[in-house]
């Protein structure tokens, strides 16, 4: 009787635990510690103890003891968790300034991914006599330069660099360009504050009101006033274009402005231009020098000369960028297209050098790289599959230690937490991440688990296997196709939508309060509800995968419609609005891809690319014929004047 006893207890203690992680989860939300030190004991021996102990340390990080952290650590020892705490510990002592911890726990970071421990530890370094300072300073450059916030760790390397003269007090000054020109003031204070405190709320001024700092200015002949002046231009662009080049033309500016300080407020003029499509945007451009521009400028100013068929400005702007930017696939294939467009010095030669260029970038695995193998006259289908995984394949990823924690969080309504372990144990837990074999078969488990969002962005990774199934599967197969049928829509189209919105997890919302599979928005759901005549209807049923599927595709198939059947359109509506996409298409006739690549929002730009990206990967599977991705962006202009008129009821 005993023996028959056992299997219930243990599952009753497993319950059990199970509900102290949740109790606990609820705790660390509210930041209740004593209740989470009191909920620690009934966690031991559960599998995702490691997350128990992160959350009770976290919450008494600033005021636990030493030994007490490094227990905590010990008892976590190889898991993601461990590695989490460190990286809160380390940021917490290097604001502390207490060193000596921070050099001893530094070598056991395993993420090394945090940008503020590496300058941190780049300025230790540094200190220490076992970095140059000279790399010290260029290293802390690049990372600081790339930090978008007012953090502590670059700001603190960069401070401690300047004071010894490795990093020149420019540097700072290029941070607040940059962090005026995307409307960080705070980010930009705290950088002139570094080499001219007094200055600061001069800055804070020219955040606020740019226009009157420069009706009061006369001069600018101290060179922290020609910054402070570059500041205010800067952010008088990102208002009104045409003003901030009006005041750089002013005779007062062109005189006492270096040209280095001239050639950047063009490119961010030229810029701003740009983005509202402004056909004057190559003009302001054409007023700098492109040596002076950032290669975010410079981006604009090809996009620019794309818009207006400038194939010249075009290919000055793409040889003007760094080697870095000028190397990604998107601009190696644009400067292919520039090649060809020009014919320089003869067709042939031109066709045969684009040639070259596009077969460096042709893959179905991205927007230009499709782009590419169009250009190539290749066709557009599946990839042959890697060999199958084996059972020692398959059962080594279900037997991983973090792959079975991040599981076991998930099922039990971690998400989050699940997420980050699971990503940890695919990139980062081992130097360089996991290798082609063991991802597909750790996205294989997922794929069996239905974590589709694992599945495919744990497939994405591997760099010669690509299994196309894994990275595009089909769940819910019979409510997709069966809907896009009634309603007159590709299937493809739809799965490249849904997999680009949720990566089919039907529990997803996002910050802003779009549900499920496709995303609706409430007001968006209640709308489209009416419109189809679901009747009833309630809030909360947007969650309801059915439910969600039908008011997505419905709502999707009225942009398609109201844009005339353009893909790109309607998935630009659909991303950002109708509105918005209606005013991005007025303007010249476009082919799709350069129509595309001007959408003026950079997370639309890369959804509306991805989106039909994934369609043409979708047809391709589904129907096992040659796709065109060409075919699908079509052309994008003004609506036609036989076209209905506008649905002005769109959400």
């Given amino acids: 009787m005993a023996a028959l006893l056992l299997p219930s207890m243990a599952w009753a203690q497993n319950a059990a635990s199970d509900q102290t992680l949740l109790a606990m989860s609820e705790a660390y939300r509210r930041g209740q510690s004593g209740e ?20 009770e340390m ?3 990080l600033d005021s636990a003891p030493a030994p007490e952290i490094r227990a905590a650590l010990d008892a976590m020892a190889g898991t ?9 510990w380390l940021l917490q002592l290097g604001k502390a300034r207490d060193w ?15 940008r503020q421990v590496t300058c941190y530890t780049v300025m230790l370094d540094a200190a220490g006599s076992r970095l140059p300072p000279e790399v010290a300073a260029e290293r802390v450059r690049e990372l600081w330069l790339a930090q978008r916030d007012a953090e502590d760790g670059c700001a603190t390397a960069a401070q401690a660099l300047l004071a010894s003269g490795h990093l020149r007090p420019a540097v700072a000054w290029q941070r607040a360009r940059l962090m005026m020109e995307v409307g960080r003031g705070r980010a930009a204070s705290q950088a002139v504050g570094l080499v001219q405190p007094e200055a600061v709320p001069t800055v804070d001024a020219v955040a606020a009101n740019p226009a009157k700092y420069l009706d009061d200015k006369i001069t600018a002949i101290r060179p922290r006033t020609k910054e402070l002046v570059t500041l205010a231009i800067i952010r008088l662009a990102s208002q009104d274009p045409a003003a901030a080049a009006s005041e750089l033309d002013s005779l007062k500016w062109r005189a006492q402005l270096t040209a280095e300080e001239r050639g950047w407020l063009w490119g961010v003029i030229g810029k701003r231009s740009a983005q509202r499509l402004q056909a004057e945007a190559l003009g302001y451009f054409a007023r ?8 975010d400028h410079l981006a604009w100013m090809a996009r620019a000369g794309l818009r207006l068929g400038r194939w010249d400005a075009v290919r000055d702007a793409i040889y003007a960028m760094s080697p870095a930017q000028r190397g990604e696939t998107g601009w190696t294939y644009w400067r292919a297209r520039t090649i ?54 398959r059962r080594a990823a279900e037997q991983n230690p973090g792959l079975r924690r991040a599981l076991t969080a998930i099922r039990l309504g971690l998400r989050g937490e699940g997420v980050r372990e699971w990503n940890y144990q695919v990139a980062l837990h081992a130097p360089g991440g996991m290798g082609d074999r063991e991802l597909l078969a750790a996205a294989d488990l997922a794929c069996r688990e239905q974590l589709w969002d694992r599945c495919i962005n744990t497939s994405q990774r591997t760099r010669e296997a690509i299994d196309m199934q894994q990275r595009f599967p089909t769940p819910h197969r019979e409510q997709v196709v069966a809907r896009t049928r009634d309603i007159g829509l590709d299937p493809a189209y739809v799965y490249g939508l849904i997999r680009q ?35 009833n209807f309630q809030p909360q049923q947007i969650g309801e995968r059915d439910t969600n599927i039908q008011i997505g595709t419905a709502y999707l198939k009225f942009a398609l419609d109201d844009f005339e059947g353009s893909m790109p359109l309607a998935a630009a509506a659909y ?70 008129a506008e649905n002005t009821e769109l959400p």
């Avoid at 993601?80 to 809160?88: A, H, Q, S, T």
């Avoid at 070598?107 to 945090?114: A, E, G, I, Y």
């Avoid at 990839?383 to 059972?391: C, G, Q, S």
């Avoid at 039907?506 to 009416?530: H, N, Y």
């Fill in 80 to 88: 993601y968790w461990e590695d989490r705490l460190r990286n809160d």
């Fill in 100 to 114: 000596a911890r921070f050099e001893t726990e530094r070598p056991l970071f395993r993420m090394n991914d945090d």
């Fill in 501 to 535: 919105e949720s990566r089919f997890v039907v529990e997803a919302r996002s910050q802003v309060g779009a549900s499920g599979l496709m995303q609706v928005m409430p007001a968006t759901a209640r709308w489209t509800a009416r419109k189809i005549g679901l009747s």
């Fill in 340 to 393: 060809e467009a020009l014919q320089d010095p003869d067709a042939s030669v031109a066709r045969a050098q684009a040639r070259e260029i596009y077969e460096t970038i042709a893959s179905p695995r991205d927007f230009h790289g499709m782009l590419a193998m169009e250009s190539l006259g290749l066709p557009i289908v599946a990839p042959t599959p890697p060999e199958p995984l084996t059972a020692e394949e």
């Fill in 575 to 644: 991303n950002a609005g109708p509105g918005r996409a209606r005013a991005w298409r007025n303007g010249p006739v476009l082919p799709g891809e350069i129509w595309a690549e001007n959408i003026p929002f950079e997370e639309t730009r890369d959804y509306v690319q991805r989106v039909l990206t994934n369609t043409v990967n979708y047809a391709a599977l589904m129907s096992g014929a040659p796709q065109s991705l060409r075919q699908r962006l079509g052309t994008v202009g003004p609506r036609s004047v036989a076209a209905p």
């Fill in 288 to 295: 700098g020098e492109l040596r002076f521009m950032t290669d």
């Fill in 58 to 60: 976290r919450l008494r």
């Fill in 36 to 55: 989470l030190t009191r909920l620690l004991p009934g966690a031991r021996g559960h599998v995702l103890e490691p997350l128990a102990r992160y959350w």
